[in-house]
């Protein structure tokens, strides 16, 4: 430039000396510099004066410069009311200068534009109406098991219809979206294995300090529909923009912004999760109804005299053979009881010196029908005693005591039924048809006629079993001693 000018010069002196040749070369020259300096040169040096509410204020501007790259200047904290900005480094060229206000107390931010004057100091005013926009909006992708991913993309359209997606990276806190305005938004996020969640948020004025953090989670597997957590606890506000800041980005919130307390509340409560399980109405009616199959069950197994080893069986379930030395011993019959010298050991009255017999004793012929012998009406007496070599059942314990039933034919029926050939009327616990008795080679065998109380063998609860001399007998209340073969 200086060559060019110092050209102009030597020309006005070469040229004729005329008053109108060097008016002209005169505007010649101012031509040249004009026409040699930047077009569209911006503010060169000056200052922006900012009034701003009360509070506490981070400012900084935002411009593009001469090759259309976004920058940032170095912020400034508001000490007062009033903060005065120096516009040197937006430099020649500079255009579409925006004044950024970050609210330390809120976390809320403002974005006015501004036309500051080159060389000059220009004020301009902040309303509280021009914060407009939260300074950070976080947005953290969980996966089904709640831990964040590690890969994916975020989508976010806010309320006027401007949209940004940004990746999601290892090792961050989340992604992040600068000056949201406030108003309903939309999230999109594309989840590492394919699937993806649109939700719908609301960016609210009056969230705690710091960040404004959405938690998104996939509820479910690949496939499944998940969906969007409310806002989560805030994080401390991002680290402020450094001077001249990469091109095409845009620059972070200011350094300077207070960070929010660790424990600040989030905004809106996490909705709580929806209880698992049938709840307690659901599991009372599955206790009754399993209480009401155990019951049927329990019934079917009694009436049927059935073991537990037949039932696994039937079931297909095996159980472990059961070590002989390890069943239970045989209870020993009850002791005799002891009678004086010279008295029945079954009636316990005395013989007869003489023929030796008792009350127990009759001679051959008696015992028939009415006399209180085999098959004998209930009430009818005692019954008829038989020879001492025949089979016979005593009773030793129950409403019939001392009663003794002759075994002659070759079966009996033990039961209340007035036929029975072993009566046992005033025995309320025998069922009518309790059991059976019916010879066998040289003995007789007991079998249970699927009584209700169940037939027991020395304490042992039997279905069917041959009858040794000596074997006591229960049915029902009444206990009874096999004698004879």
């Known amino acids: 430039m200086r060559f060019a000018i110092f050209d102009l010069r ?114 301009v005013a902040l309303a509280a109406a021009d914060i407009s926009a939260v300074g950070t909006l976080r947005v953290r992708a969980l996966g089904a098991d709640r831990q964040p991913v590690l890969t994916g993309s975020v989508t976010l359209t806010d309320g006027k219809g401007t949209t940004q997606t940004r990746p999601i990276l290892p090792g961050r806190e989340g992604v992040d979206f600068d000056r949201v305005p406030f108003g309903r938004a939309k999230l999109k996020v594309a989840f590492p294995d394919g699937t993806g969640l649109e939700q719908d948020i609301d960016v609210k004025a009056d969230h705690p300090p710091g960040a404004l953090i959405y938690e998104v989670s996939q509820a479910g597997p690949a496939g499944a529909t998940p969906a969007a957590n409310v806002p989560a606890a805030t994080a401390p506000a991002a680290n402020a923009p450094a001077a001249n800041a990469p091109g095409g980005q845009p620059p972070d919130v200011p350094a300077t912004a207070p960070e929010a307390p660790a424990d600040a509340p989030a905004d809106v409560p996490a ?43 039937r079931l297909g379930v095996e159980l472990p053979a059961q070590d002989p030395a390890a069943a239970p011993a045989k209870p020993a019959p009850p002791p005799a009881p002891s009678v004086p010298e010279g008295h029945c050991p079954f009636c316990g009255q005395a013989k007869d010196p003489a023929t030796g017999a008792c009350a127990c004793s009759v001679a051959p012929g008696d015992g028939g029908p009415g006399t209180g012998g085999w098959g004998a009406a209930p009430g009818s007496g005692p019954p008829s005693p038989v020879a001492a070599a025949g089979a016979r059942l005593v009773v030793v314990q129950g409403p019939h005591l001392g009663a003794s039933f002759p075994l002659p034919g070759d079966s009996a029926l033990i039961g209340r039924a007035a036929e029975s050939g072993v009566p046992l009327p005033q025995d309320s616990t025998v069922s009518r048809r309790h059991a059976s008795l019916a010879r066998q080679g040289g003995g007789f065998r007991l079998r249970d006629e699927g009584s209700a109380n169940g037939t027991y063998v020395n304490g042992l609860r039997v279905t069917e079993r041959a009858l040794q001399p000596g074997d006591e007998i229960q049915v029902g209340n009444t206990r009874m001693r096999f004698e004879g073969s």
């Open 10 to 123: 030597l020309s006005i002196r070469r040229a004729p000396s005329t008053n109108r040749t060097r008016r002209l070369l005169l505007a010649l020259l101012a031509v040249s510099v004009l026409a040699m300096a930047p077009a569209g040169a911006g503010p060169g040096g000056g200052t922006l004066v900012v009034s701003v509410p009360p509070g506490d204020y981070t400012l900084w501007l935002e411009y593009r410069d001469a090759s259309g790259n976004t920058q940032a200047a170095p912020p400034v904290r508001a000490s007062g009311a009033k903060a005065a900005l120096d516009l040197t480094p937006l430099g020649q060229g500079s255009s579409a200068v925006v004044l950024v206000a970050l609210d330390g107390a809120t976390g809320n931010a403002a974005a006015k534009p501004v036309s500051p004057k080159a060389g000059t100091t220009t004020e």
């Open 271 to 313: 909705a709580p999760a929806p209880p698992s399980g049938p709840g307690p109405v659901g599991t009372l009616v599955g206790l009754l109804l399993l209480g009401a199959i155990g019951y049927v069950a329990w019934r079917m197994i009694s009436q049927r005299n059935l073991k537990l080893d037949d039932v696994m069986k």
